[in-house]
Each structure stands twice: as C-alpha cells, then as structure tokens.
C-alpha cells in the first residue's frame, strides 16, 4: 500500500511543472499559439490520469476491503475485540516496526524461508532434470513422488521436530521438503514434455545428448520450472509460519501465535498483515525474474 | 537422369508399422491424425507404409504426394533417419540409413523452431551443430534468411513471425547448413499465392546451382508438376508407391528457358525459374517473353494425369474413414 501512496503522489510535481511551463508557453511561443504547449500538458495530464486510473484499477479491490475492515468493527457488525478496525492494527504494525521486533521476527522467518527454498530449488532442479530425462528413472519414481507430494509437509511436522528438535534445523527442513515436491514435480514434467518435433530437430542435425540437454531441453524447461518455482514460494512462507507456531522463539508465525495467547489482537493482525506481504512480494519477486528467464516469450 | 548406377536414395520393400499397444488408446490417438485404419486388425499395430519401391537419382527433385494420413511424413523420417523402418531398406548412396546426419537437412512439417531463439539464432542452430564458426554462422544466417525474404526480421522469436514467415525461418534453416539431401515435408504449405511462387523460384535456384537431391512433400498438384522432375504418388493407407509420373514440360520449356535467360539444365530445370506471378495476374509476363509454364498444355495433361491418380485414392481414403467411423 505504501508503494501505491508513493505511486499516486509521485505525478503530482511533475504536473505542476507542467502547468507552470504551460503558464508560461503561451508568452514565448505567441505568434504560433498555445497549440504544442497545451498539446503537452494534455498529454501529461494523460499520462497522470492513466496512471492514476491504472493504479487505482488494480488497487481497488484491495482499498474496498481495507475499507470494510475499517468499517465493519466500528459499526458494530463484528465484534471489534477481536476484529479491531485496520487503523488501529495500522498503528500496532508501526509501533511493532518502530521497536524493532517486527523486524527482527520478519528476519527470522525470512532466514529460514529462503534458506530452505533455495536449498530446494537448488536440489530440485538438477534432480528433476535428470530424473526427467531418464525416461525409466521416471517411470520407477512417479509413484514415490506422487505419494510424497500428496503428503501435507504439516502433516510431517511432528515427525520433523522429533527427528530434528524443535531449532533451526528442523524448520529449515521441512520448508526444504516443502519446497522440493511442487520445484521436481514441475521439473520432471517440463524435461518430459518438451515439444516433441523439437527433439526430432535436434536429433536430425546430429546433436550431441550433452548439447541437446543444454540446447533444447534445459531453455524448452525453463517457464514449466519457473511455475514450480512459484509454487513453492508460495509453499515456503505457508509452511514456515505454521512451523514457527509449533516451538519458536521468534518468527512471524512466533509473532502471530503469542499476540494472540497474550491477547494483543492487533499485534496478531500486524503479523498477519506482514505474511501476506513478504508473500505478496516474494512472488513478484519470483515473476519478475521468470519474465526475465523467459523474456522471449513476451518480447524480443 | 536416363541411367543411374548407384540411386542417391533406394526404398527397397520399405515398410513401416507403428506399434499399437493397447487398442482403445491406440484408435484415440490414431484418430487424432487420421482415422483407424480398416484393415489393420487391433493389437497387430498399424501400418502406415508397405512395400515402398522407389530409387531417386543424385540431384534429383522428387515430388511425394498422396491423401492425407498416407504415410509421406513417415516416409521422410525414414530417409532421414529418425525412424527405421520395420521392414525393407532404406538406402542412401547404397549404404543404409542408421540415423540422421548432417548430410541431409529436413523442414519439418510442424516447423520445429525454438521458440526461445530468434529467427537468426533458428537458421544458426544448424551450423552450431555442423561446427561453423561463430561469425561464419551469423553470415550465412543472414544470407539465407534474406534469400527467403526475411531480411530485417532476423531478432524476431518465432512467436512475433507469422505462420509463413515461421515455415521460411525453417526452410533458410534448412539450407543454411548445406545438406546433400533435401527433405521438405510441406515447406510452403502456409504461404501466400505470392511468396509461395518466389520461393519455389528460390528453391529451383538453389537446387540448380547446388545439384541438391531434393524430397518434397506438397498437397499442391500444381506445385508438384511445377518442381518435380518425378512425382510419386502414394496410396492410400497403408501407403505405397502407386505411379512414379516423370514429369516432361514439353518443347515449350525450351522457350520459357530462353525467355528466363537459362540455358542450362535437363528437365526439370531453368524455365521454371524465370516464372514470374502466374495465375490470374500475368501481366508481368513481358520480362523477356516468359510464359507462365502452367499455360502449357503439357502441364495441364501431367496436372490432369496426377490429380486422376490421387482423386481414386483420396476418395477410397474418405471411405476407409467413413468404415473406421461406423465400426
Ligand atoms: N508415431 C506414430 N505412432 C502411430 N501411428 C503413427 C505415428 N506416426 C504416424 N502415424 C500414423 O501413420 C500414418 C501416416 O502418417 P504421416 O504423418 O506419415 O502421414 P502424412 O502422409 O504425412 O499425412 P499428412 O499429409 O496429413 O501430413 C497416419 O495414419 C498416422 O496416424
Ligand atoms: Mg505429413
């Protein structure tokens, strides 16, 4: 939201600047008229309006619901105990950041999630894209991963935190099983489906398997991995708040799961407000840099 | 062309049968390309070429046609090596063929571009494998994608190109890397009445200056007797070699020959290649006199002769799919 705030006020000098060389054009430019100058301030207050139309269009949906949040407990429809209005979990989040806990419990989770996401793509992709292509290794670990992946990693818990106590290492673990099944499933899937004619081109002109690996299969893989990358970014924040519920010290999921024992609701809200949008940017991140990867898909 | 001692390539008893495995799934896909075959009982696999008889000379342009489904793209991954054949030999220079090489370059079908590669980096991607080098590749790229009137669209990914600028990246592609052999599987089936006719101009060109063997699949009974020296004419599933028809352009090729300024060249050859936009719109014909060789009454008794031999086959072909339908 702050960065829809900075997006809306940021046009507003460059408008005034506009009008002002607007006020003034007119003088220097007499004898041709006002044309080119109110030429250029229409099309800056074009650009403004759009943008502002823009950011409002994709914004709107998110501002109805801040607005009902804010409006509901003050009107009574929802108990306001334990639903406070946003404004007063807007000032709980700051007081959080202010003192410092909320970036440090932010910290902690994010140490953890990207440590055992980037474990996981790391081992998930090589994996998958061997496993992929050897056809019979495939074949014979379909099932095993089928069954792994349709185990709830929440369900693992418990077995995690008993094999692994209840410090770092176990939640670093289970946010890397986690991650590895939506990253290998997607990868084994893309090495297997590459479009078929393309391999028959590769095969015709003779390339190497080496070449044909680095040539066709690994850039005909790339957007199919990339979902799986997605996914288990997803995945990664899920898993590590409910872990940090379970036995932590600090966290986002700590930060949540103790407001709430303590009672200090809005607190509790604050963290749930930051998981969703570290999710929220994690996953821009993550389409960013897939648009980056897969830039042909888009543009020249 | 009157004797041929060693045939370039050598289809003997060729057959090609596709395993079936089980028949329900088999019919399913089977029907996505064409439709079960009547004859072929479930389980004993289908068989999409049998008993395919035909020798083709160095440097010679044969033509491949036949009703859809018949067999002409198996035959050409055949030649190409990318399948072998379940019975018979397919020879090339009398040694048979094992696997692909870099000595016969096909244009696929279904294009085969690399979507994440521009239409440069498509042309290129056969050198890389044949070995040029890096500034050698972007040359000959260059040269061959303006030979198909690409020029200027070299950056461009596949998915920015329309479908007949996609099936000529695949065609300069092709011809970039200089194969003994050409396999072109319905390489201007996507073009316009225009392009189509200055690639086939192209194509002759090339093929005159560099003696290519050359195997074109088309659908077009004009543009098989247009670029043929032979026309083979397949049946119907399974396919087989049902007429070669040589194609002789009569003594009027002698003027078109002249009237292109080539001399050169047997059959098949040089009149063809100064053939400007024929059909309706021949008011260009003045460029030396060139006559449009459609206009000749040879080319519309071998037109005739062709299309007599596929309209029995692509008529007993509907009918075999109306039986699998009912079955
Ligand atoms: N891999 C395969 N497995 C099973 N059947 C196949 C396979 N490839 C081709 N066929 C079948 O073999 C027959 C010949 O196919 P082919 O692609 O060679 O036809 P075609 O003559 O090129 O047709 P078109 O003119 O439509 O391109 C078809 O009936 C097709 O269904
Ligand atoms: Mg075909």
Redesign the interface.
Known sequence: MSAGAALTDAPAPETAAAERHGGTAPRVTGPRGPGPARRLLGLVGGLVGGLVGGVLRRTAAVLALLALWEAAPRLGFVDRIFLPPFSEVAVAWWELLADGQLLDDARASLVRSATGFGLAVLVAVPLGLLIGWYRPVAELLGPLLEVFRNTAALALLPVFVLLLGIGETSKVSIVLYACTWPVLLNTISAVRTV?P??L??A?????PPW?LFQ??IL??S?PAVFTGIRLAGAVAILVLVAAEMVGAKAGLGFLINNSQFNFAIPQMYAGILTVSLIGVAFNQLLVALERRF?S??TS? | MTTKPIPKIRFERVGMTFPVRAPRGARARISSGARDPARSPAGAGFTALEDIELDIADGEFTVLVGPSGCGKSTLLDLLGGLALPTSGRVLLDGEPVTGPGRDRGTVFQQYALLPWRTARGNVEFGLEAAGVPRRERAERAGEFLSLVGLDGFGDRHPHELSGGMRQRVAIARSLAYDPDVLLMDEPFGALDAQTRESLQDELLRVWQRTRKTVVFITHSIDEAVLLGQRVAVLTSRPGRVKEVVPIALGDGRADIRAGGGRADNDLAGGGRSGDVPSGDDRTGGGRGGVEDPRSTPEFARHRHRIWELLHDEVSRAQELEREAVAL
Do not use: E
């Not at chain 1, 095969?203 to 390339?207: C, D, G, Q, T, Y």
């Open positions: 479009d004619t393309l028959k081109l095969r015709s002109v003779n390339l070449r040539r066709v850039p005909a790339v897969t042909w898909r020249g």
